[in-house]
């Protein structure tokens, strides 16, 4: 289990988050770019580890959550946790893309923004998830799972 220290820290990389401090030493998150009403992304992060992270508008999320949409953080390693945020950042961002059906895909791409400015673009084209550089091909995968796993471990967010 990582240390409060340690959530703080990964949570924290997310510039688009903004940190608020509430009672007995927790800490929330909000996303302000949200285009729902639901701005808490990170809810009552602990000194003591625990925490919750929401994914009530997270397609596919097959964890268990809260009867608000929150999951329960405690036991997230890193990685899990980066990823996690990442997607819920997504989730509730404006939709850049739109799933047209689950057969077809999403009819339009995403852009990613990195370390130094970089961007990414990822396209989704025949039931495969392209990431480019400009136009170079940096990778490309079977599920969009992979693609936020991917931009996580690279340090890039959802513009």
């Given amino acids: 289990?990582?240390?409060f220290e340690e959530k703080l820290n990964v949570i924290s990389a997310f510039p688009e988050l903004e940190r608020r401090n509430v009672s007995l030493g927790?800490?929330?998150?909000?996303?302000?770019?949200?285009?729902y009403e639901k701005k808490t992304v990170v809810y009552h992060l602990h000194p003591n580890g625990n925490g919750f992270v929401y994914v009530g508008q997270l397609p596919g999320f097959t964890?268990?959550?809260?009867?608000?949409?929150?999951?329960?953080?405690?036991?997230?390693?890193?990685e899990q946790l980066r990823t996690l945020v990442a997607r819920s950042i997504r989730s509730l961002s404006p939709g850049i893309i739109e799933e047209?059906?689950?057969?077809?895909?999403?009819?339009?791409h995403q852009l990613w923004k990195g370390p130094d400015e970089q961007t990414l673009t990822v396209y989704y084209e025949d039931e495969l998830w392209?990431?480019?550089?400009?136009?170079?091909l940096?990778?490309?995968?079977?599920?969009?799972?992979?693609?936020?796993?991917?931009?996580?471990?690279?340090g890039f967010i959802l513009a």
């Fill in 1 to 3: 289990m990582l240390s």
């Fill in 26 to 35: 927790r800490v929330n998150f909000h996303y302000e770019g949200s285009v």
């Fill in 63 to 78: 964890g268990e959550s809260d009867d608000k949409g929150f999951v329960n953080i405690r036991d997230y390693d890193a």
């Fill in 100 to 108: 047209s059906n689950e057969e077809e895909g999403p009819t339009e």
């Fill in 130 to 136: 392209y990431v480019f550089a400009g136009e170079i």
């Fill in 138 to 154: 940096e990778s490309a995968f079977e599920t969009y799972e992979e693609v936020e796993e991917y931009m996580a471990e690279e």
